[in-house]
């Protein structure tokens, strides 16, 4: 006797929950989104120290009291100490490179330099990859660069991160895949949205994003598609190229035609690897799969060559005894091709992401003193080090 198909009392109906559970979680998150950030509110970010302000700037402390003193700078408050604004650090900038004369202090790109376009990448999730995209398109647009994040990631945490929710925030054709898609696309300027950061911009991700995965088959089979499908978003980049020094694009943690299309767009590319032995392991069918699939686009006209590329290690932890030996077996592997700076594991930067902030948004006074400086340094190392890759390729030091 055949078993009976229909449910059973006992059984639960996955579709049903998972809606259910989803309508419920996305209510939730809403009124949570409301407790911190109320309606009439909107995310900025911080002002900074003389101290911090001059080491983006990229000058010494003192000449910048100097600077601030002969009427660049801000007001002082009631104690004389000053405290800088992102605006304030590219008024000090622009101010400098008019007394020298030259561009020095101002990082836009010059005549002939390229727009530097990184992928951020990794096919398993948890390997930081989210985190070291926010963290640093936040740092170079701090720096005075002029950064488009770009979320490919259907989870869209890192336009979360910068205070676009994508359950109730982001809209139909609001993300790259309005601009991408095979029917209809839309101008990419009307897509790209400003920040709470100044000289950072953002394409926000959602669900949405799934549906270039669904249609390139298609367009494929139907060959109506006019541009291939690894070069649509390096064509549409080139419409908003002449407004951005870099492009930091968080691709999804799988290897689908949004990666391949990210990669054939990318003039770098950032690989962040978690020092565990099964990240480790992922990685390498992950490097496999990417090897082999971008040979095929490389044979359809890809693009599959790039300034550079670089592993990061995330999450690391110092005094564990196995990430260590792990880190040192890929450096023994990677050689160069590892980042010398490491991301160092730390509270601070999970207990800022509870409240959709970076470690650049926080004030120091919310953790202990110690956990904040060393989260910080390992921030800036890394993203110190990324920056003179960039500089590197345009020819500069």
Known sequence: MQPSLALQDDQEHLPSLLATDAKELSYQLQQHQAKIFPPLSQKTIRTFSPA???AFIGIGEGYLRQVAA???GPDPLANGRRLYSATDMDRIRRVLDERNGTPKYVPARRPGEKLQIVSVMNFKGGSGKTTTAAHFAQFMALRGYRVLAVDLDPQASLSALFGHQPEFDVGEGETIYGAIRYDDP???ADIVRATYTPNLHLIPGNLELMEFEHETPKA???GTAETMFFARIGEVLTDIESLYDIVVVDCPPQLGFLTMSALCAATSVLITVHPQMLDVMSMSQFLTMTSELMSVVE????????DWMRYLVTRFEPNDGPQSQMTGFMRAIFGNRMLHNAMVKSTAVSDAGVTKQTLYE???SQFTRGTYDRALESLNLVNGEIEAHIRSTWGRR
């Open 220 to 222: 494929m089979a139907s």
């Open 362 to 364: 926080v004030e120091r």
């Open 52 to 54: 911090e302000a001059a």
């Open 299 to 306: 044979k359809a006209g890809g693009r599959t060559s790039y």
């Open 186 to 188: 839309r101008p990419i």
């Open 70 to 72: 002969d009427g660049h």
